[in-house]
């Protein structure tokens, strides 16, 4: 099973500034997504096979990585980033999900 | 506008058995693979199991193997869990998720609500 661990927990970031997240893999994978969750709602496709933005999703979204070592970069936050984001794999079963990054306001 | 409602949560006693449903709208539901997800309160997201397409082929998390069966019903749009030999450890949110592909294994473009699933006595 490919364990996925996302850090930090818990980002404290002001709005207007740039958010890093990081998605690690305990194996190469190739395919991986970022999901957004907001609470009482569905959560959300961001981003797919590592870089591609889902439709809809602004520019300021972007995915990047390889091997092991992903991250979602959110360039500019505005209020309505502040969310729960989490990662997939569906490299290979089961598909596993890291176990997320609260993105708050600092 | 693509649209999946889940029901069929609800309180149930450790050992005893439920039904999840998953109704779709907005696209065709025949054409795409499908899956489960549950998050327990406070943890990630967990994937639970999934199905192709024509509900010819399925995937199991090992915890709910042989416990959990989903199915599909194309006639009616609609994607189903029976969930039987249930545990406290099963207590969870259980989402509805379409893939991108006929075949499953791969990311979900779209989640429902989710259902609250309840064990306890």
């Known amino acids: 099973e490919v364990v996925m661990t996302q850090s930090p927990a818990t980002l404290s970031v002001s709005p207007g500034e740039r958010a890093t997240l990081s998605c690690r893999s305990s194996?190469?994978?190739?395919?991986l997504a970022w999901y957004q969750h907001k609470p009482g709602q569905a959560p959300r496709l961001l981003i797919y096979?590592?870089?591609t933005r889902a439709t809809g999703i602004p520019a300021r979204f972007s995915g990047s990585g390889s091997g092991t070592e992903f991250t979602l970069t959110i360039g500019s936050l505005q209020s309505e980033d502040f969310a729960v984001y989490f990662c997939?794999?569906?490299?290979?079963?089961?598909?596993?999900f890291g176990g997320g990054t609260k993105v708050e306001i600092k | 506008e693509v649209q999946l409602l889940e029901s069929g949560g609800g309180l149930v006693q450790p050992g005893g058995s439920l039904r999840l449903s998953c109704v779709a709208s907005?696209?065709?539901?025949?054409?795409?693979?499908m899956s489960w997800v549950r998050q327990a309160p406070g943890k990630g997201m967990e994937w639970v199991s999934s199905?192709?397409?024509?509900?010819?082929?399925?995937h199991y998390a090992d915890s709910e193997k042989g416990r959990f069966t989903i199915s599909r019903d194309n006639s009616r749009n609609t994607l189903y869990l029976q969930m039987n030999s249930l545990g406290a450890e099963d207590t969870a949110r259980y989402f509805c998720?379409?893939?991108?592909?006929?075949?499953?294994?791969?990311?979900?473009?779209?989640w429902g609500q989710g259902t609250l699933v309840t064990v306890s006595s």
């Open positions: 194996q190469t994978i190739t395919k």
């Open positions: 096979g590592t870089s």
């Open positions: 907005g696209f065709t539901f025949s054409s795409y693979a």
């Open positions: 998720t379409k893939s991108t592909a006929f075949s499953s294994g791969w990311h979900s473009d779209c």
């Open positions: 199905i192709n397409f024509s509900g010819s082929n399925t």
């Open positions: 997939q794999q569906y490299n290979s079963w089961p598909l596993t």
